[in-house]
């Protein structure tokens, strides 16, 4: 099932912004936008510098390229954006406030009338407020505070009825002195009769930093006790700042998006989430922040772990994510990737089990079978492991589940469950991997110790997955 059928299910807009040249010059790229969202927003082709680059000349082509693609797929577009201090074009940064405001209405009365009926919504303002809550005083809106911004939405109402008209903008995905300070705006706005009818939440998200999806949940509630509709606009989830494995970063971004998506489909006022570009090949983060795996699809245009991790948070079902095993059980004549460390390792029948391992031979009490978790482990992604162990023969011994790391603070060792096996029976040991990473993660083993040398002791189905009971 596609992400636009997921969505669909619930009645919501799945969205992606669309960038011209790869729209018109990667197939792949038009047909997996068109399969896989329901909804589009122009990522720059809307703005003002590139549609007016000078006074005299107007360039609409690359926007109505994208309004087609959009109708020939069934999707609804989102217009980005009106009324932004940014992109603007040189010629209008030269202009006086005065001057400014007047070819900054202008802008809008023709574009609005030239995209009028096509728009599903607008973003008629972006980014207008300082992280205090207060409406910015750069060009744009410093002339009488927010009389240009309302005025925006009235004149935008008046010119495309049927739009939605929406104030988008970052850093305002939790309760914070921005979202609180777009509150107050609203709410006067609202009450004197301003058109605005929706919210955007940029959702430029980064993990393990910034909000949490129960953060985000109690602030669209504050926006649709205004009978507002929600959309999460520009939804990314950096991860390069993660220290460790490139699947546990993957990982993590996916329960974030889990999560993010989760609590839209939990708030009805939430009608639209959507992504800000279609692949990692595609993100706009590369240019100004450094490269990064921030969306739901990779480089080769393959879904990602976040992919799947949306259309389940749509669809109302679990994680994948969580279901993912890492830590591959052995076969007879096919170790997976387990070694010993002492004797040589064996695998064989043992206590009903088929393919259980023991090290032969075991000289140290920290003798076992060891695995590399290096491939899984990452900072900010919660992992839990364990095995089920038992002795060959006498009496209980102690046994432990311990992990190694080798990082940019050295050797350590962590505990990760611990018990006494008996050779009458399995005993599960079970854990997280809480270990705080440090630098270039070097070596991560995970391993069985335990019982005095000379004691044999077995081990069987092994595991390692997301932890997705741990507090975020
Ligand atoms: O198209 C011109 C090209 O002709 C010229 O040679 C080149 C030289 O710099 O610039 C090209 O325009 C660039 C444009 O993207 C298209 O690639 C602009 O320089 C560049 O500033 C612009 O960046 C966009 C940025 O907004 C500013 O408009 C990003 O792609 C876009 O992802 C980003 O999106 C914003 C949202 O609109 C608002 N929320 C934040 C989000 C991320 O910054």
Same mark, same amino acid.
């Given at each position: 099932m596609t992400l636009r059928a997921a969505a669909e299910t619930t009645g919501r807009r799945i969205g992606v912004?669309?960038?011209?040249?790869?729209?018109?010059?990667?197939?792949?790229?038009?047909?997996?936008?068109?399969a896989e969202f329901n909804a589009?927003?122009?990522?720059?082709?809307?703005?003002?510098?590139?549609?007016?680059?000078?006074? *005299?000349?107007?360039?609409?082509?690359?926007?109505?390229?994208?309004?087609?693609?959009?109708? @020939?797929?069934?999707q609804s577009?989102?217009?980005?954006?009106?009324?932004?201090?940014?992109?603007?074009?040189?010629?209008?940064?030269?202009?006086?406030?005065?001057?400014?405001?007047?070819?900054? @209405?202008?802008?809008?009365?023709?574009?609005?009338?030239?995209?009028?009926?096509?728009?599903?919504?607008?973003?008629?303002?972006?980014?207008?407020?300082?992280?205090?809550?207060?409406?910015? $005083?750069?060009?744009?809106?410093?002339?009488?505070?927010?009389?240009?911004?309302?005025?925006?939405?009235?004149?935008?109402?008046?010119? &495309?009825?049927?739009?939605?008209?929406?104030?988008?903008?970052?850093?305002?995905?939790?309760?914070?002195?921005?979202?609180?300070?777009? =509150?107050?705006?609203?709410?006067?706005?609202?009450?004197?009769?301003?058109?605005?009818?929706?919210?955007?939440?940029?959702?430029?998200?980064?993990?393990?930093?910034?909000?949490?999806?129960?953060?985000?949940?109690?602030?669209?509630?504050?926006?649709?006790? =205004?009978?507002? *509709?929600?959309?999460l606009?520009?939804? +990314?989830?950096?991860?390069?700042?993660?220290?460790?494995?490139?699947?546990?970063?993957?990982?993590?971004?996916?329960?974030?998006?889990?999560?993010?998506t989760?609590?839209c489909v939990?708030?009805?006022?939430c009608r639209e989430l959507s992504f800000?570009?279609?692949?990692?090949?595609?993100?706009?983060?590369?240019?100004?922040?450094?490269?990064?795996?921030?969306?739901?699809?990779?480089?080769? =245009?393959?879904?990602?772990?976040?992919y799947?991790?949306v259309r389940a948070a749509l669809l109302g079902?679990?994680?994948?994510?969580?279901?993912?095993?890492?830590?591959?059980?052995? $076969?007879?004549?096919?170790?997976?990737?387990?070694?010993?460390?002492?004797?040589?390792?064996?695998?064989?029948?043992?206590?009903?089990?088929?393919?259980?391992?023991?090290?032969?031979?075991?000289? *140290?009490?920290?003798?076992?079978?060891?695995?590399?978790?290096?491939?899984?482990?990452?900072?900010?992604?919660?992992?839990?492991?364990?095995?089920?162990?038992?002795?060959?023969?006498?009496?209980?011994?102690?046994?432990?589940?311990?992990?190694?790391?080798?990082?940019?603070?050295?050797?350590?060792?962590?505990?990760?469950?611990?018990?006494?096996?008996?050779?009458?029976?399995?005993?599960?040991?079970?854990?997280?991997?809480?270990?705080?990473?440090?630098?270039?993660?070097?070596?991560? +083993?995970?391993?069985? *110790?335990?019982?005095?040398?000379?004691?044999?002791?077995?081990?069987?189905?092994?595991?390692?997955?997301? &932890?997705?009971?741990?507090?975020?």
């Amino acid at each position: 099932m596609t992400l636009r059928a997921a969505a669909e299910t619930t009645g919501r807009r799945i969205g992606v912004a669309v960038a011209y040249e790869p729209l018109v010059r990667e197939p792949a790229y038009a047909r997996l936008i068109q399969a896989e969202f329901n909804a589009v927003t122009p990522e720059n082709a809307l703005k003002w510098a590139p549609v007016q680059p000078r006074p *005299e000349l107007v360039q609409d082509q690359h926007w109505q390229v994208i309004f087609d693609a959009a109708s @020939q797929g069934r999707q609804s577009v989102r217009g980005h954006t009106l009324l932004w201090d940014q992109q603007l074009p040189a010629w209008a940064v030269a202009l006086s406030d005065a001057e400014l405001m007047v070819a900054q @209405q202008q802008h809008l009365e023709r574009l609005v009338s030239a995209t009028a009926g096509r728009v599903r919504t607008w973003d008629v303002v972006n980014e207008a407020l300082e992280d205090d809550g207060t409406v910015s $005083k750069t060009a744009l809106w410093r002339v009488d505070g927010d009389r240009h911004l309302r005025d925006a939405f009235v004149k935008t109402k008046a010119l &495309d009825p049927a739009a939605v008209l929406a104030y988008n903008d970052y850093g305002i995905e939790a309760r914070n002195p921005k979202s609180d300070g777009l =509150l107050r705006l609203l709410t006067a706005w609202r009450a004197a009769g301003v058109p605005v009818e929706a919210v955007g939440l940029q959702s430029h998200l980064k993990v393990g930093e910034g909000p949490r999806p129960a953060e985000l949940a109690a602030n669209m509630r504050r926006f649709a006790a =205004l009978g507002l *509709e929600v959309h999460l606009t520009e939804i +990314d989830v950096q991860v390069r700042h993660l220290a460790g494995s490139a699947w546990g970063a993957e990982a993590a971004q996916a329960r974030l998006l889990y999560g993010w998506t989760a609590a839209c489909v939990a708030e009805p006022a939430c009608r639209e989430l959507s992504f800000w570009g279609l692949s990692d090949r595609h993100t706009w983060v590369d240019g100004t922040l450094g490269d990064d795996r921030p969306l739901l699809f990779n480089d080769d =245009l393959q879904p990602k772990l976040g992919y799947y991790a949306v259309r389940a948070a749509l669809l109302g079902q679990p994680d994948p994510t969580c279901a993912i095993e890492r830590l591959p059980a052995p $076969k007879v004549g096919a170790h997976a990737g387990w070694r010993s460390s002492g004797g040589p390792l064996q695998v064989g029948p043992k206590g009903g089990a088929a393919a259980a391992m023991v090290v032969a031979g075991r000289t *140290e009490a920290w003798q076992g079978p060891v695995h590399s978790v290096l491939s899984s482990l990452t900072a900010g992604l919660p992992l839990r492991a364990g095995v089920r162990v038992r002795l060959n023969a006498g009496p209980p011994a102690p046994v432990a589940l311990t992990l190694r790391i080798v990082d940019g603070l050295g050797e350590r060792y962590v505990s990760v469950a611990s018990g006494r096996a008996t050779a009458d029976g399995w005993l599960r040991l079970e854990g997280p991997l809480r270990v705080a990473l440090q630098g270039e993660l070097r070596t991560a +083993d995970l391993y069985v *110790e335990g019982p005095a040398a000379g004691r044999e002791l077995w081990i069987d189905a092994p595991s390692l997955r997301v &932890d997705c009971e741990a507090s975020p």
